[in-house]
């Protein structure tokens, strides 16, 4: 088995070393590996079938050092020595110091934009998409051509190059702020799709919803809400995928605890 794993590896990053891309695909396996160790210990930290599990890093008054301080400070190393070495085992080695400090900052992303602790509420899954969307974004470099570079041969080039880029973002931006991010994400290097989100309907609660729709256009803002009702398929597989991959909400937590705890055969008066 081990035999067969380092042969697949090899024949990545032969593959990765012959693009250039050898040091973003560290990068990818240590965000994953980082990712999912924190999720994992997270997770194992509020069950109580495993109260050794070492948790949070608390002080006495009440200091709360979140794991996206470390991925943080790690990034920075990373990323900034790295442009002091000139070794390609070191520049590898801070690859994975930069990719550990994303898996740890990704983890919380929920936490940027917040100023309380939502790890475990429903904003907090939003961390989860996080990390899937920039899976995805460094799978892409991987394995996809880089978006259009600006050409510098001439000047009709020049403008012709860098117009075509602008409207290129102009549209992954709309499909952005449109919520479509998984075809903004993918359209940032699949010619079409991109231009494809932009001319789609918006979700309701996207940016180009909440200002495009409700009271100015009541007619899209229903056909919004039926086209992207909570109880779709889609969106029940998403969820699924988040409690696969981050758990459940504290909420659905503890209401399975309580279950579990409930008396298999409750009594007359229990009922």
């Known amino acids: 088995m081990s035999a067969t794993t380092a042969t697949v590896f090899q024949g990545l990053w032969d593959h990765f070393e012959q693009r250039e891309r050898q040091y973003l695909f560290l990068v990818l396996l240590a965000f994953l590996g980082s990712f999912g160790f924190i999720r994992l210990s997270t997770r194992l930290m509020r069950s109580p079938k495993v109260p050794w599990w070492p948790g949070s890093v608390v002080s006495d008054s009440g200091v709360h050092v979140h794991h996206l301080v470390f ?157 992207f009702r909570p109880d779709r398929r889609t969106a029940v597989f998403k969820e699924q995928l988040r409690d696969a991959i981050g758990g459940v909400t504290e909420e659905e937590y503890q209401a399975r605890l309580a279950a579990a705890s409930a008396p298999v055969n409750p009594t007359l008066d229990d009922r």
């Open 71 to 227: 991925g943080i400070v790690a990034m920075m190393l990373g990323g900034t020595i790295s442009f002091a070495v000139e070794s390609s085992f070191w520049y590898g080695f801070w690859a994975v110091v930069f990719g550990i400090g994303m898996g740890l900052t990704i983890d919380e992303y929920a936490l940027w934009l917040r100023l309380r602790d939502v790890y475990w509420a429903k904003e907090g899954r939003s961390s989860i998409d996080a990390a899937l969307i920039a899976v995805v974004f460094i799978a892409l470099l991987l394995l996809v051509a880089t978006p259009e570079e600006i050409s510098t041969d001439s000047l009709d080039t020049f403008f012709a190059t860098t117009i075509s880029l602008l409207s290129h973002l102009l549209l992954v931006g709309i499909a952005l702020s449109k919520g479509r991010v998984a075809h903004a994400l993918f359209g940032t290097f699949i010619p079409g799709l991109a231009l494809y989100a932009a001319l789609r309907l918006g979700k309701p609660g996207s940016m180009w919803g909440r200002r495009r729709y409700g009271a100015r256009n009541p007619r899209k803002e229903a056909r919004a809400d039926r086209r």
